[in-house]
């Protein structure tokens, strides 16, 4: 593999928040206490990491249920038991889509797995954990996957499973058109011991969770990783004593956040999560339908059903089941379950942890710090090839469409027009130069004039020089369907391939060794984005 790093301001569309948290801009530091991505450091502060022994006991018990029953290998149940005697955790997390979802979900698992390295490497035991998001209940960013079709477009494999309306998606079973999907997904990846998995995981019946469980794990539990599903009726009984603390602080929280929304603007960021005077951390699940509480004159309700805190609090104690957090209490859940030593997110959840920071402190009193996921391209040979013919660099082809199509037409249109318009352009400048002068010493408002033509005037020659060149690339078909096909399956959708192609369309033509290669070319000393060249 040949690898590059690609800096995250050259890539369209990341906030500064990110930008600015990835360089350690001190202004973020009342947002983000812990604001270091050095590994020494990271894991000098995991060392007075403490988790209550009994919760340690109870959620290594779960783990290993949970694991043994989705078949995990040796490795994984063995970091369980690190974990029960001690051990802190790197983890990670997503929601649970169709196939393993988009490629950044096997990037998030290699970067827990690795970070965990790193971490026993310095000396400080730990284990790496992913957290299922199954009690999200937006069905339609899980239900589908992209998978290049070969021609230059990406094919959209969704199924038609459906749960009742606000459903956690984990719970929804696959509807009879799963099979159908799988081997539509084998046409496009070819035979492979990953479409195995998926064949093995992904069936009729199985639910969101279940199968992407299952898959994780016949992936990444030979190297390690631990699945947790939070979604389990014991980890919502040791959940309670937080959603109750949730709940008698509410008030406090929506302050907190509220003034911590304001002050995000004030230092001229954006809140990644809306929040309102009356907003709770918590979901209430009513008939199967994840349903938020808010507050209203001191009691806690939705929909006219309204309770006091005391019973509220009751209610909890008595079915924890039915109660799930919000975005802004998963991880705080999470770091109340586990020893984690670091969380591992994509540039979205990163921001949203400025908000997290005050829930975290008031909840917890401490915060977990938070760390870059593995963010990369994976350059396929063909790709490759093509971007040394025509002299291409990633940030190139990061362009709409019709942008990047224009900007290689006119790189590749003939020499000699090239040349013709590179004359043009010095000969328009000579002409135009003393008349601008001129113009400008005989009255200021002639010279004001001239410039807007003269601006015209580049202007027509540059429209000129696109339309010759899109003429050219009309002609050159090969050129034209390469440009399509780069700009497709590097930045699909405007986004960057790790956000829209599913990992396991890498996974079927590559092989499963691709993630031990991951595991290699990961360079965690690269906080910004990897292009990685397949061979």
Known sequence: MDTQCLSFREVPGVSRLFLDFLSGNPQLTPFYPHLTLSLDELAAQARGLNLPADRRQKIADILDRQN????AAPPAIENIQKLRQGACAVVTGQQ??????????IYKAVTAIRLAREFNSRGVEAVPVFWLASEDHDLAEVNHALVPDGQGGLKRLETASAGGTSAPVGKVGFADDLSFLVEELGKLTGDSEALDFVRQSYRTGQTFAGAFAETLVKLFSPRGLIVLEPADPEVHRMAAPLFKAAARNADALSQDLLRRNKELESAGYHAQVKVT??????????????????????DFGFNGEHWTLEQLEARIEQAPELFTANVLLRPVLQDYLLPTAVYIGGPAEIAYFAQVQVVYERLLGRVT????????TLVEARLASWMRKYSLRLQDVLHPKDEFLAFLSRRTIPQNIKE?????????????????QSLS???????????????????????????????HLQREQVLERHASLLSSLLFPERELQEREIAGI????????????????EYKPE??????????
């Open 369 to 376: 710090p938070v760390c870059p996921r593995f963010s990369t």
């Open 526 to 535: 690269c906080h910004d984005h990897q292009v990685i060249e397949l061979m």
């Open 441 to 471: 010493k005989l009255d200021p408002t002639l010279g004001s004039a001239g410039e807007v033509a003269a601006s015209k005037m580049r202007y027509q020659l540059d429209h000129l020089e696109t339309r010759a060149a899109r003429t």
């Open 68 to 71: 043994r029953s989705w078949n």
């Open 277 to 298: 005077g009356s907003s709770t951390p918590l979901f209430f699940l009513k008939d199967g339908a994840r349903v938020p509480l808010h507050r209203k004159n001191g």
């Open 505 to 520: 369309y890498f996974l079927g033509k590559y092989g499963t060794g691709l993630i031990e290669q991951l595991l290699e």
């Open 96 to 105: 649970v889509g169709l196939f393993l979802g988009p490629a950044y979900t």
């Open 420 to 436: 013709e318009f590179d004359r043009s352009r010095e000969q328009l400048e000579r002409l135009l130069s003393p008349l601008q």
